[in-house]
Every structure is written in structure tokens, then in C-alpha cells.
């Protein structure tokens, strides 16, 4: 397994911007897909974007075109920029990685990962 480790959660009014990392102890380009999955209080999680080795990304339909996920591949960072938060927005976020499917695709459901962080806090106020 991949050891995960998230940062740069916090408080933001609604409208704001925050930059979560996640710093992974390997990464491969060919073989591994990485993404971030949002859990609110008393829901389950839920994928909010993905990233392939190619730079093929994956967004969950109510963050697209407000968070940004990029990955250096490098320093093994994984970034998600989001922007113009809302109240819904907030809740744990869990950094995953995991391996590509047969077909070499990399989905948006948290089952198909097999790493995780400890997560970091999004606090959101109206």
C-alpha cells in the first residue's frame, strides 16, 4: 500500500478558496490512479475528482469547473485547488490511491482504491 498523508484543510467563508496536497511515499504514472473523496458529517464518502497517470481527470459533477485537481508527478504530490466553496463543500477529504483498472481506466468510486489518508477538515460558514 501507498502511505498518504493530506494537509492544508481548514476555515473558509463561502465563496473562498483552499489548497489541499496530499505527498504520497510512491507513485507510478503507468500503473496508479489518484484522487480526493469528500465525506460529510453523516453521509458517505463520495469521489470529488480523480487523476490518471496521463493527466486524465475526473471530476464529480457539482465541484466541476470549481476545483482543480493536479498531480506533480515528481515530488508524488497530489493537489486539489478549490474554489468557490459552498456550505456543502464542507467535511473531511480524504486523499486515495489505487491501480488502475484491466482496461486502464481510473474511476470516481471510493471501493476501486486501496490507500488512504487520515484525511484533513474543510470547514465552510455562510
Known amino acids: 500500500q501507498v502511505q498518504l498523508v493530506e494537509s492544508g484543510g481548514g476555515s473558509v467563508q463561502a465563496g473562498g478558496s483552499l489548497t489541499l496536497s496530499c505527498a504520497a511515499s510512491?507513485?507510478?504514472?503507468?500503473?496508479?490512479?489518484m484522487g480526493w473523496f469528500h465525506q460529510a458529517p453523516g453521509k458517505e464518502r463520495e469521489g470529488v475528482a480523480i487523476?490518471?497517470?496521463?493527466?486524465?481527470?475526473v471530476y464529480a459533477p457539482s465541484v466541476k469547473g470549481r476545483f482543480t485537481i493536479s498531480l506533480d508527478n515528481t515530488k508524488k504530490t497530489l493537489s486539489l485547488q478549490m474554489n468557490s466553496l459552498k456550505p456543502e463543500d464542507a467535511g473531511m477529504y480524504y486523499c486515495?490511491?489505487?491501480?488502475?483498472?484491466?482496461?486502464?481506466?481510473?474511476?470516481?468510486?471510493?471501493?476501486?482504491?486501496?490507500?488512504w489518508g487520515q484525511g484533513t477538515q474543510v470547514t465552510v460558514s455562510s
Open positions: 486515495a490511491a489505487g491501480v488502475r483498472s484491466s482496461a486502464g481506466f481510473c474511476y470516481l468510486l471510493s471501493r476501486t482504491y486501496n490507500s
Open positions: 510512491r507513485y507510478s504514472a503507468s500503473t496508479d490512479c
Open positions: 487523476i490518471g497517470g496521463i493527466g486524465s481527470t
